[in-house]
């Protein structure tokens, strides 16, 4: 049997947005949090000045948690690619683990993105030598929209859901 976790990130803490500006680019992207609880991450993605890619992380609320198989989205999208991206430091140093996803234009799609397909990233880059995401590694998560993907851009994530094995035990995460 699986069980399911509800993944809240911190709702102390405002989404931090890491567009190509870090880079000289001139990207665009924010996330904010809806009146009925959904998260929007939205912008524009310009390859101007060498720009491409727009992201937005928090942190999650409490501390890390084990069990955890995999990551389930239930997302509202544009049709565009996406990557969650599962940080194990909630900083903004260090690489991230990402898994990409597809959406379906104004379809509301449910995603399993199991851990073993999160790959360690930095900078854009695969970071080979990386050990394999952990669950109870995690304490930050976002979204990132790269790819060669210009123009507008609009995911209205609906639930980040944590799927447990029978056995899973969740530490300590907020639930709703």
Avoid at 100 to 114: K, N, Q, W, Y
């Amino acid at each position: 049997m699986t069980r399911v976790l509800s993944i809240e990130p911190d709702p102390e803490i405002a989404w931090i947005g890491v567009n190509d500006a870090v880079m000289g680019g001139v990207s665009a992207g924010t996330a904010k949090r809806e009146t009925d609880g959904a998260i929007v991450f939205s912008g524009t993605v310009s390859f101007e000045r060498n720009g491409g890619f727009a992201s937005a992380r928090r942190p999650l609320a409490g501390p890390a948690f084990s069990g955890l198989r995999a990551l389930r989205l239930h997302v509202l999208g544009d049709g565009k690619r996406y990557k969650l991206a599962a940080y194990t430091d909630a900083g903004a140093s260090g690489f991230a683990y990402q898994a990409g996803f597809a959406t379906s234009a104004g379809v509301l799609d449910i995603v399993v993105l199991p851990l073993s397909s999160f790959e360690a990233r930095f900078r854009g880059r695969p970071v080979g030598d990386a050990p394999p995401l952990e669950a109870r590694a995690i304490r930050a998560v976002g979204f990132v929209i790269a790819d060669r993907q210009d123009g507008p851009f609009r995911l209205r994530v609906e639930a980040i859901e944590g799927l447990l094995d029978e056995d899973g035990v969740a530490l300590s995460a907020r639930t709703r």
